[in-house]
């Protein structure tokens, strides 16, 4: 209908022979009317759906930064808790690193203790063993200094003396000199 009313208008005008600058009262009254039907048709009809979509759209996005805030600041809570686990974390991490420092330092210690302690032992027991191999090396010569000495007194003497006799006077005559040489 209103285009039918725009076509008759726009007929109207041509058929007079005046130009496109010309003013017409008709067609200003005509187009005031349209405007004024078409103006209250979208006043009814598509403002309120436009305002409603509009109201929707402003309520959706409303919500949606609402979320993004609770969201912000869920993930700066969850970041903080992080960071305090990860601070946790390191110093339990240096806990255990001094903890195990010390118990190697303590390892160290005991093994180093147990070291000198087996190396007094074997020193000592080398100490012994040389002590009672000088000792059997000792008795040794003196069995053999004993043999010689008999057997050179025998040629010297020539004569066959009782050779238990001589062994015990040589032995007796040796212990007397290591007592003396001892107690110097």
Do not use: C
């Not at 005509?30 to 309520?59: K, N, Q, Y």
């Not at 087996?118 to 020193?123: F, H, N, P």
């Not at 040629?155 to 007796?172: H, K």
């Amino acid at each position: 209908m209103l285009f039918a009313l725009t076509l008759f208008l726009i007929q109207e005008g041509e058929g007079s022979g005046r130009g496109p600058f010309t003013i017409n009262p008709g067609l200003i009254i005509w187009t005031l009317v349209v405007f004024g039907i078409l103006l209250v048709l979208l006043w009814r009809l598509a403002f309120p759906a436009i305002v409603r979509s509009v109201e929707e759209r402003e309520r959706r996005i409303q919500k949606q930064l609402e979320d993004a805030e609770r969201a912000n600041a869920e993930a700066q809570r969850l970041l903080d808790e992080h960071k305090k686990q990860i601070a946790a974390a390191r110093n339990e991490a240096q806990d255990i690193l001094s903890k195990a420092k010390t118990v190697a330092q303590k390892e160290r210690e005991t093994l180093l203790a147990k070291a000198r302690e087996e190396y007094d032992a074997l020193l000592s027991r080398a100490r012994k063993d040389i002590d009672t191999e000088k000792e059997k090396a000792i008795l040794a010569l003196r069995r053999e200094a004993v043999d010689l000495s008999i057997a050179a007194a025998s040629r010297v003497i020539e004569a066959n003396l009782d050779t238990d006799a001589n062994r015990r006077l040589v032995t007796d005559f040796l212990e007397s000199l290591s007592k003396a040489e001892k107690q110097r």
